[in-house]
């Protein structure tokens, strides 16, 4: 039987006992607030990534590392499926046994991030710590765009730019500019179905 097979659930639902980062007076790299801010990817155990998630988030209250981890994000991707003769969109796991993780890397965060339970290792070469490329970043949607400039009401038009709807035509029912939301209202299969969608996944039709 396989390790992760084995694993015992409630094990990983704690963080280890001790996995405060270590200290290096003499390393500006280990020690530094200032250094470069990047995406990494973490690995975990398969099915354990929401585990994973708050065993690192505890770790970083307890440590006050948020001054060194900024965001921690299981990528989602939204897919069509159909339950008891009703379609809607719902999201899964687009990267099984990872995480990604924003922060300031040293040698001291790689310790507090593979001490904690339910994580493996980094997702670099033999566990290395290694930056996401932009291209990568942005295909996976880490950053969000600073502003999103739409003038978009309830009634108007758009077409679907980005995701699994990518293409369809659908009618605004209500916008959410704080939040950079809105709900759309799509035919789908059919029929029609209201749909939440960032506003950087649609264009307005004039």
């Not at 975990?44 to 209250?61: D, F, H, M, P, R």
């Not at 379609?87 to 922060?103: A, E, F, N, T």
């Not at 009634?155 to 980005?162: A, L, S, Y």
């Amino acid at each position: 039987m396989s390790e992760e097979k084995i694993i015992n659930e409630e094990n990983l639902k704690q963080p280890e006992n001790e996995v405060k980062p270590e200290s290096n007076e003499s390393s500006e790299q280990t020690n530094s607030n200032t250094g470069n801010v990047n995406w990494y990817v973490i690995k975990t155990y398969s099915g354990y990534e929401n585990v994973a998630k708050e065993n690192l988030q505890i770790v970083i209250e307890k440590y006050s590392l948020q001054n060194r981890i900024f965001d921690i994000v299981i990528p989602l991707e939204g897919v069509v499926e159909e339950k008891n003769g009703k379609r809607k969109v719902v999201s899964r796991k687009l990267l099984p046994g990872y995480i990604l993780v924003k922060m300031i890397y040293g040698d001291d965060i790689w310790h507090a991030v593979t001490r904690t339970r339910g994580i493996t290792s980094f997702g670099g070469p033999n566990g290395r710590a290694l930056p996401m490329e932009e291209e990568e970043i942005r295909r996976l949607k880490l950053e969000k765009p600073a502003v999103i400039n739409i003038d978009l009401d309830a009634n108007d038009k758009v077409e679907v730019i980005d995701g699994p709807l990518n293409g369809f035509i659908g009618t605004v029912i209500e916008v959410d500019k704080q939040k950079d939301v809105c709900k759309v209202m799509v035919e789908m299969f059919g029929r029609e179905t209201p749909v939440d969608l960032a506003l950087n996944q649609i264009k307005k039709i004039d």
